[in-house]
């Protein structure tokens, strides 16, 4: 019974964390798209897809959701097992999204002051990914 508990809440850690992190990175950066839109309003597209980014942690927390899921209902996964990845990965994607947020804001904030910096938020936006999707991986080899 406990153990099951423990996997539960491992579950809901991942998928919340996740989420979580992706509702503020999001946030950080689509208040930074708001203001640049007040001075450069012809580069909405690429504010948009900066302020986008960061959403895509809450989508491997819900990855890693599901693929524990379906091993926890098999009974092929030990409930500590499964708190623990639900906890670190949550983590790892929560913080990723957070300071992913952070970047494109900087880049959302560099376009609008007609800078040609999209490309290089993008790859400097994609370091902070790489670790959420290294414990996505992590997870699903578990």
Do not use: W
Request: aromatic share 8%; hydrophobic share 55%; proline share 2%.
């Amino acid at each position: 019974m406990f153990t099951t508990v423990l996997a539960y809440l491992g579950l809901g850690l991942v998928l919340a964390l996740a989420g979580i992190g992706s509702a503020y990175g999001t946030t950080i950066a689509g208040n930074a798209a708001e203001g640049a839109l007040k001075i450069k309003p012809e580069a909405s597209g690429t504010y948009m897809v900066l302020s986008a980014l960061p959403a895509t942690q809450g989508i491997y927390g819900f990855v890693a959701f599901f693929m524990m899921l379906g091993k926890v209902r098999a009974g092929s996964l030990d409930g500590a097992i499964v708190f623990g990845i639900g906890l670190c990965v949550g983590l790892v994607c929560m913080l990723s999204a957070i300071r992913q947020g952070k970047v494109c804001a900087n880049g959302i904030v560099g376009v609008s002051q007609g800078h040609n910096v999209m490309v290089n938020t993008l790859i400097y936006a994609a370091l902070p990914e790489f670790y959420a999707i290294l414990g996505l991986v992590g997870a699903l080899m578990v």
